[in-house]
């Protein structure tokens, strides 16, 4: 059974705690907090993720901007990324997956959503 490794980087300890609670029903999950876009890049730099789960609306480096980095970024860019955020904007949709984003999920999260995108995106990456 492979290990996963999650970063989620969230603002709210709230919403982290419950995506993390999501995740954890994956087998093999293993799973780093990150609290903004720039916390998120430090733990990048020194730790290997399969996948991004980020909220947009953040202090210092919102997720937009992260994904953008991490896109640009030839050591990280081909890392799935999943946006999770209360906009449910249909630009902030666009925007998001424009920049490289692989999935959008609107909150308020449903869990079982959350795992078919995280199993689709874990199934391509065999």
Same mark, same amino acid.
């Given at each position: /059974? $492979? ?21 954890? #029903? ?34 210092? /480096? ?8 991490? #896109? ?7 890392? $799935? ?11 902030? #949709? ?13 909150? $308020? ?18």
């Amino acid at each position: /059974m $492979p290990d996963y490794h999650f970063l989620v980087v969230e603002d709210s300890p709230t919403m982290r705690q419950l995506i993390t609670f999501a995740l954890k #029903r994956i087998p093999g999950s293993k799973i780093v907090e990150a609290n903004d876009g720039i916390d998120a890049l430090k733990k990048l730099s020194t730790q290997k993720f399969d996948i991004i789960l980020t909220d947009i609306n953040m202090p210092i /480096m919102d997720g937009l901007k992260l994904v953008s980095m991490v #896109r640009n970024d030839p050591a990280h860019k081909a890392i $799935p990324i999943v946006i999770i955020t209360t906009e449910g904007a249909e630009e902030d #949709r666009k925007r998001g997956l424009s920049l490289g984003a692989n999935a959008y999920i609107a909150k $308020p999260i449903q869990t079982q959503e959350l795992l078919n995108v995280i199993t689709e995106i874990l199934s391509k990456k065999k």
